[in-house]
């Protein structure tokens, strides 16, 4: 009886200390994107606070307006890897590349180590690229459906 008392509190620290170094890895003050553009840097770190406390409706969003499946949006945001504002990043760069959001993800997963911003200039829709303003504008359309202020310089 012991043994499964020692291993329950064992079981129970370690998901305890996985779970802090998950909410650790993704906070808003460590995260840096390196989109290129500090205007939409400051949107995914805002993006990832709005997905910590509304995660359905950050999947909604992916589903319905990214055309990502529900299901692969809920099972990213559980990769400790990833955080909200990647999955976001990823997804709609690949709607304004032409590209299935897979295939971004699998481009970001291979070599994102300069950020977001060479990721988007290997598809051809780096900062300044009609791609990337469009990228820009489908950020001000998300946060104007999610009733959301945008984040300022400020923030």
């Known amino acids: 009886m012991p043994n499964k008392r020692i291993c329950r509190n064992l079981l129970i ?8 170094g998950g909410s650790l890895a993704q906070s808003p003050g460590e995260y840096s994107p390196r989109s290129g553009d500090a205007w939409i840097d400051r949107h995914l770190t805002d993006i990832n ?3 910590e406390r509304y995660p359905a409706s950050f999947a909604d969003e992916m589903a319905r307006y990214y055309a990502v499946p529900r299901g692969y949006v809920e099972a990213m945001m559980k990769q400790p890897d990833w955080t909200a504002g990647d999955i976001y990043m990823a997804c709609a760069l690949a709607k304004v590349a032409g ?3 897979r295939a971004v993800v699998r481009e970001w997963s291979r070599d994102h180590a300069e950020g977001w911003q060479s990721v988007a200039e290997r598809l ?4 300044g690229s009609a791609p990337y303003r469009r990228l820009r ?14 984040p300022s310089a400020r923030d």
């Open 13 to 20: 620290g370690l998901l305890l200390a996985v779970a802090a």
């Open 49 to 51: 606070a709005y997905a």
């Open 99 to 101: 590209q299935p959001c």
């Open 124 to 127: 051809e829709a780096g900062p």
């Open 137 to 150: 504008q489908g950020l001000t359309e998300t946060y104007a459906r999610w009733s959301r202020p945008q």
